[in-house]
């Protein structure tokens, strides 16, 4: 009798256990592939409701034996290998992978993908990555990260299983120029900060970084015929500390780390106003012929160089033939805005003259949106920030145009009343109001064909550290990659801040200070 009544125990027991057993498997292998929180959002994904595993034996294989791709399979390497503790090795060959591993391959019969387009599908045995061109593997190689649990961004070993849904991801971008900006003239920031905003741009697929190298208060990249700009003129910054500047081989070192992520740096020299480091370094530059004193405030629209003395383009042309040297990309950013002490008709003839310069270099010319007053040449681009009347002159004259308003796209506004950092001349721009924009109807008349794409400026006159970009850039970074990437008609924002929340782990786990916006609830947070 008491033995019937314990057998009966037991067989419930056992029934719970295997039940509780088969509830803990399912939740630990996520089947659904269209229900993950990827940023951006991609073009197509079609689940198939079962999981793929890594395992100690997980290997990336490249089918080429290229130095580029080995560099994409490496850097897959280096992000699985630590948390997950698992020998990861990489592998070029044309063997058949064992369970467990990663195929990158470049396909040129891929070529509807275009240049940063992927297609990851994931088997139960093998996760296949495809592209027409490497940029397009790098570009999936982030969203394997997304796919895999949060904690495969931290810094140390973690606990699996790590497992991903499987299915099919078909994805390209909807704008070819998706970047953010780094002011490094009000508040220097050195080259560690500015690879870790690299990283940061490359896990949301951005492919341009453009940086403020030259302001009033401080010039920051090394010029070797000039050699005053920096060692004077980037010696303070933004409430008198010490500055810096970059030696052209720091900044080429920066170039290079940002091209191995496949991002384009653009580097700006702002001109002809925006210039007081430069006046305070030469005085020759100044139409009075004396040098300025270095400033550390916060005002703008007060200095200009002397656009009617060919000293002043003699200097640009050396400047631009330098920096040329030091970039791959095909942009130089010659600034422009708020030359208020510019003369119109001087201004006009700086900008005509300045672009022919960029031109003989080699180069193509982006410039805040004021460069429309003047004659644009073939293969500018205008930076729309605030007037529109300016992006409409600009089309009227077959520019294209990068999308930049500071009321819906500047970083460096704050979020809210009570945010401790940053500015609010344009508003303030919580994380919702940064997303719910669409680049190709904010201007009447600038249409998606008109648009180079979009850009999010960081300016620095409140920013100090590393912490403080972080606290700015995120929440809302990701919200600029997703609308540069994904089409308009797939951008929602209450489908979106459910994606975002699920992104605050991820944050955590790569040691991110995020703004916790009140209009996301993010999961993981006690
Ligand atoms: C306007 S945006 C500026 C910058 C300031 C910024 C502060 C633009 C082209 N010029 O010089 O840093 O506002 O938000």
């Given at each position: 009798m008491l033995c019937k009544k314990l057998t009966q125990i037991l067989s419930v027991l056992t029934a719970v256990l295997m039940l509780s057993i088969l509830i803990s498997c399912t939740k630990e292998a996520p089947?659904?592939?269209?229900?993950e929180s990827i940023i951006?959002?991609?073009v197509s994904v079609i689940s198939t409701g079962k999981y793929f595993k890594l395992t100690p034996g997980t290997d990336i294989y490249i089918r080429e034996d290229s130095e580029e791709l080995k560099l994409i399979g490496q850097y897959l390497v280096d992000k699985l290998k630590l948390p997950t503790g698992y020998d990861v090795d990489l592998k070029v060959t044309h063997t058949k992978p064992h369970s467990g591993c990663f195929v990158l391959t470049t396909d040129?019969?891929?070529?509807?993908?275009?240049?940063e387009g992927y297609e990851i599908t994931i088997e139960k045995r093998i996760t296949w990555l495809t592209a027409a061109k490497p940029a397009g593997l790098f570009r999936g190689i982030q969203t394997i990260r997304q796919l895999l649990?949060?904690?495969?961004?931290?810094?140390e070993l973690q606990e699996g299983p790590w497992v991903i849904p499987t299915g099919t991801i078909t994805d390209y971008p909807g704008y070819s120029y998706r970047g953010a900006m780094l002011d490094v003239s009000r508040h220097f920031f050195g080259g560690d900060d500015v690879k870790r905003f690299t990283d940061m741009l490359a896990y949301y697929k951005m492919n341009m970084l453009h940086l403020h190298l030259s302001d009033d208060q401080g010039w920051r990249i090394e010029i070797e015929t000039w050699p005053?700009?920096?060692t004077h003129g980037g010696s303070t910054q933004v409430g008198g500390g010490k500055g810096g500047f970059y030696s052209q081989e720091q900044y080429s070192d920066i170039v290079k780390y940002a091209k191995e992520r496949y991002i384009t740096v653009v580097p700006e020299i702002d001109?002809?106003?925006?210039t007081n480091a430069a006046l305070a370094s030469y005085a020759e530059l100044n139409c009075d012929g004396k040098a300025r004193e270095l400033y550390t405030g916060t005002?703008?629209?007060f200095s200009t160089l002397?656009?009617?003395?060919e000293v002043t383009y003699k200097f640009i042309d050396d400047v631009i033939r330098e920096l040329a040297a030091l970039t791959p990309g095909q942009y130089i950013h010659?600034?422009?805005?708020?030359?208020?002490?510019?003369k119109e008709e001087d201004y006009i003839q700086f900008i005509n003259r300045v672009q022919d310069i960029v031109a003989k270099h080699g180069k193509q010319v982006i410039g805040w949106?004021?460069?429309?007053l003047a004659t644009l040449k073939p293969g500018a681009i205008a930076q729309c920030w605030s007037n529109v009347k300016n992006a409409n002159l600009a089309v009227a004259q077959g520019a294209k145009i990068l999308m930049s308003p500071a009321k819906k796209a500047?970083?460096?506004?704050?979020?809210?009343?009570?945010?401790?950092?940053?500015?609010h001349w344009a508003g303030y721009i919580e994380v919702d109001t940064g997303y719910i924009w669409d680049p190709a109807t904010?201007?009447?008349?600038?249409g998606k064909n008109n648009i180079a794409g979009i850009e999010a400026p960081l300016w620095s006159e409140t920013i100090t550290n590393m912490d403080e970009i972080e606290y700015m850039v995120f929440p809302r970074l990701p919200g600029y990659a997703e609308i540069g990437w994904t089409p308009a008609a797939s951008r929602n924002w209450e489908e979106y801040k459910m994606r975002l929340g699920k992104h605050g782990e991820r944050f955590k786990a790569m040691g991110i200070d995020f703004y916790?916006?009140?209009r996301v609830s993010w999961t993981g947070q006690e």
């Open positions: 089947s659904d592939l269209s229900g951006p959002m991609p040129p019969s891929k070529s509807s993908l275009g240049e649990p949060a904690k495969i961004e931290a810094g005053n700009l920096t001109m002809p106003g925006h005002n703008v629209g002397c656009t009617t003395s010659i600034g422009g805005d708020e030359s208020h002490v510019t949106d004021e460069i429309a500047y970083l460096d506004m704050q979020y809210d009343k009570s945010t401790r950092l940053g500015l904010f201007v009447p008349g600038v916790p916006s009140t």
